[in-house]
């Protein structure tokens, strides 16, 4: 099984990506919609819901109801990713021990949280005068 995203870009820094039969545009820069880093942190904390709420039902949580998580990505010098840390918030009463639970078992399960490993593989090819 693959997923397929195509993107595209006619000029400049701005791309629109089709994914099934939905549209989103990145701008690198961050002037035109949000810039790379950006939607790569909104997709892992997206993914990251799910998630939760199954680490929740697996660990005798019911319904976390509301759940908001503020994701910051802090940059090094040179404006690349470093790390990434969450504050989750939900409407549940958990306790800590519980809650450590939830995110360990939402660990395992987020797919985003998987693909950020460091031995991801990512193959490259270039054709030329396609257009």
């Known amino acids: 099984m ?3 995203v195509t993107t595209v870009s006619e000029e400049g820094f701005s791309a629109t990506n089709e994914i099934r039969e939905f549209e ?5 820069t961050g002037e035109d919609a949000p810039d790379t880093l950006e ?8 993914c ?5 709420r199954v680490g929740g039902e697996q660990r005798g949580v ?7 998580i503020e994701t910051t990505g802090d940059l090094n010098d040179d404006d690349k990713l470093e790390s990434i840390s969450f504050h989750i918030r939900v409407e549940a009463d958990v306790d ?6 939830i995110i360990e078992r939402a660990n395992a399960l ?3 949280h998987d693909a950020l490993k460091s031995d991801l593989h ?3 090819s270039l054709e030329a005068n396609a257009f």
């Open 2 to 4: 693959s997923k397929d």
């Open 62 to 68: 019911d319904d976390l109801g509301r759940v908001e």
């Open 39 to 46: 939607a790569l942190l909104a997709a892992y904390g997206t």
């Open 122 to 124: 990512a193959e490259m």
């Open 24 to 28: 989103t545009t990145i701008d690198a």
């Open 96 to 101: 800590d021990d519980t809650g450590e639970q």
């Open 48 to 52: 990251y819901v799910p998630a939760l």
């Open 110 to 112: 987020c797919k985003v």
